[in-house]
């Protein structure tokens, strides 16, 4: 196992594989991965703009997800709780509070007046343009120490390991239970 913070980004995989071929030598990388992880996990996390933090002091990280997930266009609530993986119950109840915020909006379906489909408000709108803003300014930041080589492999690996799990998965099936609101 390696001791120090970075004894890893002194050892090259190359180095690792040539000293120990085996098994062993994947599962130690395997604890590294493991490792390294939730320290990735903060330095890549979604945090609120500085600039929007009282705006939004009263707003959810899951309801700014939720706020993000709308951004790319009105749904319908059973589509906003897959999206959110979610049941639609917890998916009801989480846009309840975000049209008492002011940043959703219910309208009927114009094919079919049964369904009701949510949407941004002016003001939801607003503020999903700053933080998506915020997250590329965010991530660029943090990806600034990667060359652009590096940054395509990084992509390439993140894609390979995406597919792979899609590949993994019974087809139609969520990738996990769906969650009630404010459950880890």
């Given at each position: 196992?390696?001791?120090?913070?970075?004894?890893?980004?002194?050892?090259?995989?190359?180095?690792?594989?040539?000293?120990?071929?085996?098994?062993?030598?994947?599962?130690?990388?395997?604890?590294?991965?493991?490792?390294?992880?939730?320290?990735?996990?903060?330095?890549?996390a979604?945090?609120?703009?500085?600039?929007?933090r009282?705006?939004?002091?009263?707003?959810?990280?899951?309801?700014?997800?939720?706020?993000?997930?709308?951004?790319?266009?009105?749904?319908?609530m059973?589509?906003?709780?897959?999206?959110?993986?979610?049941t639609?119950?917890a998916?009801?109840?989480?846009?309840?509070?975000?049209?008492?915020?002011?940043?959703?909006?219910?309208?009927?379906?114009?094919?079919?007046?049964?369904?009701?489909?949510?949407?941004?408000?002016?003001?939801?709108?607003?503020?999903a343009?700053?933080?998506?803003?915020?997250?590329?300014?965010?991530?660029?930041?943090?990806?600034?120490?990667?060359?652009?080589?590096?940054?395509?492999?990084?992509?390439?690996?993140?894609?390979?390991?995406?597919?792979?799990?899609?590949?993994?998965?019974?087809?139609?099936?969520?990738?996990?239970?769906?969650?009630?609101?404010?459950?880890?």
């Open positions: 196992m390696f001791r120090r913070p970075y004894d890893f980004m002194e050892r090259s995989f190359e180095t690792l594989m040539a000293a120990n071929p085996s098994a062993a030598a994947r599962a130690e990388l395997v604890e590294e991965f493991l490792r390294l992880r939730p320290r990735l996990q903060r330095h890549f979604f945090s609120k703009p500085a600039s929007l009282e705006e939004l002091a009263e707003v959810t990280l899951h309801q700014l997800e939720a706020v993000l997930v709308l951004e790319r266009g009105a749904l319908a059973r589509e906003l709780a897959r999206e959110l993986e979610v639609e119950s998916a009801t109840a989480l846009a309840d509070r975000l049209v008492r915020l002011g940043l959703v909006e219910r309208h009927a379906d114009p094919t079919d007046r049964r369904l009701v489909r949510l949407a941004l408000s002016p003001k939801a709108e607003r503020l343009a700053d933080m998506e803003e915020h997250r590329r300014s965010t991530i660029g930041r943090a990806l600034e120490p990667l060359s652009d080589g590096q940054l395509c492999q990084l992509i390439d690996l993140l894609d390979t390991l995406l597919v792979a799990e899609v590949r993994n998965q019974p087809s139609g099936e969520p990738r996990q239970e769906p969650r009630e609101e404010g459950s880890a």
